[in-house]
């Protein structure tokens, strides 16, 4: 047997599950612009019928339904395209920061511009052809001295910015550690809210959000593998669980987070106390539960996110012995070599070879000394180590512009010829001569190879960035399609569970009306 | 496709971004005037640009190189010019002298005072120079060949030493005028003749011997004149080469201006209709048609 009251109870449920429906609509309205946020809905499942089942249940015909009830509030979400998405982002991550990268050292470069050191190299070769044709010209020398100074300016510059900029990639590297042993801090903490309040038959929505946010973050950093595991207890079958973070590598994916436990990612050679960054990265170290010490050495590394790119931009080795690689190590290898063995060829020109009758001689008839010298004598000339011997700057009379057989003690009446600018066009030519320290290239030909290499590794990261970031546009369009707040849609929502909640209102005076029938209005015959 | 607010709204900010991008850059080429700018732009028209632009240096300095040459031997024509001249005269007044009969000793004395001075003209001649060089003093350039000091012509080796301007990559054009033995000769055949006490001089014998001198002189400049006509051979061919170098240069890295201006006009209307049509698409919702 039914009760009297049935109806209003019914009705009241109804009320209160549209009630919830419009408390969700209110807070899907209120996160529509929320980063990260995903709609929820109102899962509504008619509650079980009249009679329930039993030997002793009522005799009705049929089952009466009793109304709603608000089974669970569950986010819109679809892991596949979560797991698309940190794919393309991971792949963003590396170009991106490759991009970066290689326009910092095109900048510090400066090629193709009037400021270069193209420029100063070809400013320097003019000089030195004015002062053939006038060796005589103090003028003529006092430019060529100057312009030989811009070429050692140039070199320092260039190669110190370089370096400078190799420091902040290092630095670059350390705050990326820092923040992923940060995101793996806070997802473990997550995990265990989570593994706290699933147990009671809670679904912690807002906390899956922010969990997937964290892994779409880490995701850019190192290409991580997700799965997850059921906390138990009461949690609803749709409930997520804990997550786990594998890091894939060419080797065996390294597990780095489990449950309550992350493992904290330490650079390897990397001095804890000064911070000071080792020269040449030979990899990471996933200290603690649950990756035990495992080693991510670069070798080990894949070729994807901002991590990665990072060190192969900052410089390493895969080996402890083998040879160190890298972007920026590269480019200032080159600059060495090539500052090596352009002053090398200068030097031997300007000093010529007296015992071999090959002369090179300066104004005052003296042999020429050297013109490119070393800054820090404690080592070889370099790019960075490369100035203009300052007694040459002090008397630009000592470039060695002529061939002539010098004056010495022993002949004094040999007079050095003044008119003589040979040696000048030799010194000129430095600068094409085909050079076997430079793999049978000339300095200018070197020089623009190394920038032609830049820029096309520039131009594929450019081209991959743009394309890796118009699929993870893509993908994040698929994913909002899925996931994010329509205004419009839950304005359409708000009606319909407005209605609803209306109709049950009215369903409330109907029952109403009817109650008031039997009790006011019957039992009165006779009255 | 579900299709929501922010994905409108998402998509217009990659469009305008994009959009803005791209005249950026048009921007650049069009201040710049070069389609380039750095090396990952077009990797191959930077590696050309950074050849074509030291041809373009190379072949300015070439042609400032060849007007000094043009200098040298201009200077070098107009003073055996003078020496030609000088020795015509000396021709003239030798002939006079050598005339015994109409000439008195009076007369003889007054030739060889002007002999004299055109000895100290052939000096200033020797002495030549071309800004700060003298050009007929060898690879000594800052040496007068004429010593007035020791009152003789230089004779060390160096002053017979050639000098050479490159001109060309690997070509040579020698500018100097080796004539310092001419010079010699004929100083000393003045001073022979300014020697002479007995008033018995040969005058005949030294008229040909000025003819032989005058021969001489005609050979340095004919010389000078091949070398002339050498340079000016080659600032023809480094005016053709000027040309091509920067018109490969200009055709490699010069942006064309209709096409980038049209360009940059395309996609300032492809961004005000992404404006427009963001206006439109993102105002409206069902919000504003609930009442």
């Known amino acids: 047997m039914r009760s009297t009251f049935m109806g209003l109870e019914t009705s009241k449920r109804g009320l209160y599950t549209q009630q919830s429906a419009l408390y969700t609509t209110g807070h899907n309205i ?12 109102v899962n509504m499942q008619a509650t079980s019928g009249f009679p329930g089942v039993g030997l002793n249940a009522g005799t009705v015909p049929g089952f009466l339904g009793t109304g709603v009830e608000a089974g669970s509030i569950q986010r819109i979400r679809d892991t596949f395209v979560d797991h698309q998405y940190r794919s393309e982002a991971n792949k963003l991550g590396y170009w991106e920061s490759r991009t ?12 193709p511009s009037e400021y270069g050191l193209q420029q100063s190299l070809s400013d320097f070769w003019q000089s030195l052809q004015t002062l053939a044709s006038s060796p005589e010209n103090g003028g003529a020398r006092a430019v060529v001295v100057e312009r030989g100074v811009a070429v050692a300016d140039s070199f320092n510059y260039i190669s110190k910015s370089i ?37 009671n038959g809670y679904l912690p929505n807002d906390l899956y959000d922010a969990r997937d946010g964290l892994l779409d973050q880490l995701s850019t950093y ?13 949690a609803p079958a749709i409930a997520e669980g804990t997550v786990t973070i594998k890091i894939m590598t060419n080797d065996k994916p390294i597990t780095v987070l489990q449950k309550n436990t992350f493992s904290n990612i330490s650079i390897n050679g990397k001095n804890e106390t000064t911070g000071e960054m080792p020269k ?32 192969e931009s900052y410089g390493y080795k895969e080996t402890a012995d083998g040879p160190v690689k890298g972007m920026y190590p590269d480019m200032l290898a080159k600059l060495d070599k090539m500052a090596t063995a352009f002053a090398t060829e200068f030097n031997k020109i300007h000093q010529g070879d007296p015992a071999n009758g090959v002369y090179a001689t300066d104004l005052d008839g003296k042999p020429g000394e050297e013109f490119f010298k070393v800054i820090d004598g404690t080592k070889p000339i370099s790019a960075s180590n490369i100035k203009v011997n300052e007694n040459i700057i002090s008397n630009p009379n000592k470039v060695a512009a002529s061939t002539s057989k010098p004056v010495d003690s022993t002949d004094p009446t040999t007079n050095p010829e003044v008119g003589n600018g040979q040696n000048a066009q030799n010194l000129g030519n430095a600068l094409f001569n085909k050079l076997a320290a430079l793999g049978g290239s000339s300095v200018q030909g070197y020089f623009a190879q190394a920038i032609g290499q830049l820029g096309v590794a520039g131009q594929q990261a450019v081209k991959m960035a743009e394309n890796s970031g118009t699929l993870l546009l893509s993908v994040s369009n698929r994913r909002d399609s899925i996931s994010s707040v329509s205004l419009d849609e839950e304005m359409t929502d708000m009606i319909r569970f407005q209605q609803a909640y209306n109709a049950s209102a009215r369903m409330i005076t109907v029952m109403d009306e009817a109650l008031d029938k039997i009790i006011n209005g019957m039992g009165t015959v006779g009255r | 496709m579900r ?3 922010s994905m409108l709204s998402q998509n217009m900010l990659r469009n305008l971004s994009s959009s803005y991008n791209k005249m950026g850059k048009l921007q650049e080429q069009l201040n710049t005037g070069k389609k380039v700018n750095r090396p990952s732009d077009d990797p191959v028209v930077v590696m050309k640009s950074l050849g074509y632009g030291m041809q373009v240096n190379r072949v300015e300095q070439y042609q400032k190189n060849l007007g000094e040459v043009n200098n040298w031997l201009d200077s070098s024509d107009d003073a055996m010019d003078g020496v030609g001249q000088v020795l015509h005269r000396a021709r003239e007044l030798a002939t006079n002298a050598a005339n015994s009969g109409t000439v008195t000793a009076n007369d003889r004395e007054m030739i060889k005072i ?3 001075q055109l000895q100290e003209q052939l000096q200033d001649f020797a002495n030549t120079k071309v800004g700060d060089k003298h050009i007929f003093s060898g690879k000594m350039t800052d040496k007068p060949l004429f010593d007035k000091n020791a009152g003789g012509y230089q004779s060390g080796a160096s002053f017979k030493e050639n000098v050479s301007i490159e001109v ?20 000393q055949l003045f001073t022979d003749i300014k020697n002479d006490t007995d008033d018995k001089y040969d005058f005949s014998a030294a008229i040909e011997e000025i003819d032989g001198l005058l021969d001489d002189v005609l050979m340095k400049r004919a010389d000078i004149g091949a070398r002339s006509n050498r340079a000016e051979l080659m600032e023809n061919r480094l005016m053709m080469q000027e040309g091509a170098a920067k018109k490969q240069r200009s055709e490699n890295e010069d942006i064309d201006y209709e096409k980038t201006i049209t360009d940059l006009i395309t996609s300032e209307s492809i961004h005000r209709a992404t404006l427009s049509v963001g206006a439109r698409i993102i105002q409206p919702s069902l919000t504003d048609f609930l009442r």
């Open chain 1, 30 to 41: 209120g996160n529509a612009n929320t980063p990260g946020y995903s709609r929820q809905r």
């Open chain 1, 100 to 111: 970066k990268a290689i326009a910092q050292m095109e900048d510090v470069l400066g090629e």
């Open chain 1, 163 to 199: 370096a400078e900029i190799k420091t902040n990639l290092g630095d670059e590297i350390n705050v990326s550690a820092v923040n992923i042993n940060s995101i793996l801090g806070q997802i473990t903490e997550l995990n265990r809210q989570i593994a706290d309040v699933e147990p």
């Open chain 1, 222 to 234: 190192l290409p991580i593998e997700v799965s997850y595991e059921k906390t138990g207890g009461r």
């Open chain 1, 280 to 311: 040449e990265i030979t990899g990471f170290t996933c200290n603690g539960a649950p990756a035990g010490g495992a080693e991510l050495s670069v070798a080990d590394m894949k070729k994807s996110g901002e991590l990665k790119s990072l060190v």
């Open chain 2, 3 to 5: 299709v929501t607010q």
């Open chain 2, 114 to 116: 002007e002999l004299e």
């Open chain 2, 168 to 187: 060309f990559d690997g070509v040579d054009l020698r500018v100097s005028t080796n004539a310092s033995d001419l010079f010699n000769n004929i100083n």
